[in-house]
């Protein structure tokens, strides 16, 4: 699996609302700065999100984007294949939709591949952003005189 800047934009702009929920909307350009991300390009982000139903907007002079849904319902795995596509390793580490190699029955790999779907999956599907919300505010309390950044 690999995440492109698209996907580490997106989950750090996820992650900046998340720490904001129930708070109120947050601007482009606050986002913006607070994920180092270039703001041309985290419209196109949000743009997506917000099809993916990950965040909501508010137009208007006050306007800005907000979190959809509440962050511990929200996943880095959700987030990421909603992104990226696919987080298998290869195509046949899915067992249950792919049929076209004829090797498939007989390949040493399969197996490999398929734990590598397993381990990583669990890790991005049983991260919530409300558990990164937790690391971020706990970094914050034993570090006070630093400022975390996303």
């Not at 606050?30 to 907007?57: C, H, N, R, Y």
Request: glycine share 8%.
């Amino acid at each position: 699996m690999k995440i492109t800047y698209k996907g580490d934009y997106g989950l750090k702009a996820i992650l900046s609302l998340a720490l904001h929920y129930n708070k109120g909307v947050l601007s482009i350009q606050e986002l913006a700065k607070k994920g180092d991300i270039p703001f041309k390009f985290l419209e196109q982000i949000l743009l997506t999100l917000k099809k993916g139903g990950f965040v909501g907007s508010k137009r208007g002079i006050d306007g800005g984007y907000f979190l959809a849904k509440p962050p511990e319902t929200i996943t880095i795995g959700e987030v990421i294949r909603f992104i990226e596509g696919p987080i298998e390793p290869v195509e046949c580490a899915n067992k249950d939709t792919y049929e076209k190699c004829k090797d498939f029955p007989y390949c040493v790999f399969k197996d490999i591949w398929s734990n590598v779907y397993t381990a990583t999956s669990l890790v991005v599907d049983t991260v919530t952003f409300a558990e990164l919300v937790r690391r971020v505010e706990s970094i914050k309390n034993n570090d006070e005189g630093s400022s975390y950044s996303i």
